[in-house]
């Protein structure tokens, strides 16, 4: 269970068929450890639940959609065997989403970095605002796009991804959906629910069994991937302790 002062929650309730997912953080919707957690395992039930047959992952309030790792777990991790645990939280997300027979719908309506690019890049299907820019900011905090750069070289290829993970900077929507990270881009949160609603309300009505189908066409190639993040959540877990990613992520959590 989280606390929703210091972990965040992470909220689902279905309706006619749509799963809404929904999880939040007051520090811009980061994830922390225990957050990444109950969010898999809100993903992983409501695609074995016979009454679900879409899932919409969203987050809350105004501001960012996700800001990544949380930089107060990460200034915490004392050796590499903790470090992998965390990043790996973010391996459970993603293979959650992508395992479940469902279609799932990710809603952006703000800001993206690092671990939240990751989620978005493991929706089958994405809508975000014309303000929901995105970025890969690990390598400004010392680590690397390690774990969430499967799914995202998957969803936009690798030259989208190698060009995230180098320059660290903000890309816009339309950079976004260009890239096929988003299916869609809508210019207010008003036009962006509208038009996911709509979606979801026709995807709950269309053949569970053509959706799983797909689905798996989706993800054909990420049979491994249990192995291959487990790796990548290492790499990630040992750089944290280096003295160069220590300072950075002081440093950008001092700004």
């Known amino acids: 269970m989280v606390d929703p002062i210091h972990d965040g929650q992470v909220t689902s309730a279905t309706v006619d068929g749509v799963a809404t997912i929904s999880f939040g953080h007051p520090k811009s919707n980061s994830l922390p450890g225990a957050l990444l957690a109950t969010l898999a395992e809100a993903i992983t039930a409501a695609g074995r639940d016979p009454a679900v047959r879409v899932i919409v992952l969203r987050s809350e309030g105004t501001g960012p959609f996700c800001a990544g790792a949380s930089f107060d777990e990460l200034r915490a991790i004392t050796d590499a065997a903790s470090g992998q645990r965390f990043f790996s939280g973010f391996s459970r997300v993603i293979l959650a989403m992508i395992r479940a027979p469902k279609f799932v719908l990710a809603r952006v309506h703000g800001k993206a970095a690092g671990g939240g690019v990751g989620l978005i890049a493991a929706a089958d299907w994405s809508i975000a605002t014309s303000g929901a820019s995105v970025k890969l900011s690990e390598l400004a905090v010392g680590i690397g796009p390690f774990v969430v750069g499967p799914v995202i070289e998957k969803k936009i290829g690798l030259g989208g991804y190698a060009a995230m993970s180098v320059d660290a900077d903000w890309r ?6 260009n890239h096929g990270l988003y299916a869609e881009v809508r210019q207010s949160v008003g036009d962006l629910d509208e038009a996911l609603e709509r979606r979801a309300r026709w995807l709950a009505d269309c053949n569970p069994a053509a959706m799983a189908l797909l689905k798996q066409v989706f ?18 877990g ?11 992520i002081a440093k950008a959590q001092a700004r």
Do not use: F, K
Not at 239 to 247: G, K
């Open 238 to 248: 040992s750089l944290v302790l280096t003295e160069a990613a220590r300072a950075a």
């Open 172 to 177: 816009s929507a339309d950079w976004a959906a």
């Open 219 to 236: 993800w054909t190639g990420t049979e491994s991937w249990e192995d291959l993040l487990a790796t990548r959540a290492a790499m990630s």
